[in-house]
Each structure stands twice: as C-alpha cells, then as structure tokens.
C-alpha cells in the first residue's frame, strides 16, 4: 500500500485566500520534503524537515516531532505564481528510500 | 555552487530498443544520488541510489538497471525498452556524508517508447 497518503488531489483558491495541504504516513519517517512542480517538470524545493516548523515568505511547514508521522504545508495570501503541484516526499529511517505522495494540483484563480 | 545536469533532454525509442540517460553534479564531491520515474500526470517512484561510486542500490527496478561509474555521474539504462517505460525520468542528489537529505532535483528527461 502507500506509504504516504497527501491530501486534498486538488484544489483551486482565490488570489489572497489561504490553505493547507498535508501528508500522512503510514510509519513513522526520518524527515519530510516539500515541492512544487511547474508545468516544465522542474521540481523545486520548498522545505526540508527533520522536525519542527519551517516558514519562508507566505509558505510555512511543520512536520509532526513526536510521532512523525504526518506533515502540513500552509500557503498564505495565494498568489498567481503559486500554482502548479505540490508533493511531500519522505525518508524511511535508517535507508535512502524516499515515498512521495500523489500530489496536490493547485490552482490560484484571480 | 552545485549544477545537475541531466541527458538528452527527450527520446522517442522504439519498443525493444536500448536506453542510456545520463545524469551529472557537479560542485559536490561524494553525493548521494537516485533515479526516480514519473509517469504522466503521476507521481515519483524512486528506483535507484547510490551513495559512492561503484555501488548502487535498487528501490524498484521496473527492468532498468543504474550504474555509477564515476564519483560525479549515475547512469540509468536498459537493453530492451518496453511500452510502460515511457514517462519522466528525473536525477537527484543530496549532500551525503551525514548530512540532511534535502534532494535537489535535475531538470529530467522525457521518454516516449512506441
């Protein structure tokens, strides 16, 4: 089964609204990856954790200390450019096999 | 600062045909690398890594086989392509040695098998 299960599949907001996406998963991780794909393909990295919270700009990730077993990416004051799809990766402890989940496709409508 | 580099850009192969990508770092000694394969519209697979030269690891082999002959290169390829290899086949690296696991994808190549 999965290892990572990211919600929502999709999402559509207004410029200026806010969000959440997350991802669960179903063993406990070493750490948690969050990143936007564009319509080329690039994957561009959002946050790495190991733990704690990360913020940068109107995005802020927190991934779950004690149990780690689960992972938020908040987008704040939406813009035009923060379309595209979103994924969590994470690590299982002790290999470098890292799960991604299936993605969020978001949508920034004006 | 560290560059990924990945070739070609874009196959069309023909079923049955061989495969080699390529992927390159450079800026970076001793990294550790992997192969993920997207298929369209879905999500990463990781198949491969590695983390020195000369010995690579298999996550899902998808009968693909990866190869790292050189310290700043990892090679993926197959003798015999088939239909479900199409899809976007994408590098990474992250530093290694200990140190977090933050991957930094190459820009991928897209292959389609008719």
């Known amino acids: 089964g999965d290892q990572v299960e990211q919600s929502p599949s999709a999402l559509s907001l207004h410029e200026g609204t806010d969000s959440a996406l997350r991802c669960n998963f179903t063993t406990t991780m070493r750490s948690v990856q969050w990143f936007r794909q564009n319509s080329r393909g690039s994957l561009i990295s959002l946050f790495y954790?190991?733990?704690?919270t990360k913020e940068n700009g109107r995005l802020k990730s927190a991934f779950d200390s004690k149990e780690r077993r689960y992972s938020t990416l908040h987008i704040r004051d939406a813009q035009l450019e923060d379309s595209g799809t979103y994924f969590c990766a994470a690590e299982v402890p002790g290999y470098q096999n890292f799960y991604f989940g299936k993605g969020t496709s978001l949508t920034v409508i004006p | 600062a560290q560059t990924i580099h990945q070739w070609p850009v874009a196959e069309i192969k023909a079923v049955g045909s061989p495969l080699s990508l390529g992927c390159t770092i450079k800026?970076?000694?001793?990294?550790?690398l992997y192969w993920y394969w997207q298929a369209t519209g879905g999500t990463l697979q990781q198949l491969f890594y590695s983390i020195t030269v000369g010995q690579v690891e298999s996550v899902v082999q998808l009968n693909l086989s990866a190869s790292r002959p050189k310290d700043d290169q990892f090679i993926l390829s197959t003798e015999k392509l088939l239909l479900s290899h199409s899809g976007f086949y994408l590098c990474a690296w992250s530093p290694g040695l200990g140190g977090p696991d933050t991957q930094y994808f190459g820009p991928g190549t897209r292959l389609l098998v008719l």
């Open positions: 800026g970076k000694s001793s990294p550790n």
């Open positions: 954790l190991a733990s704690g």
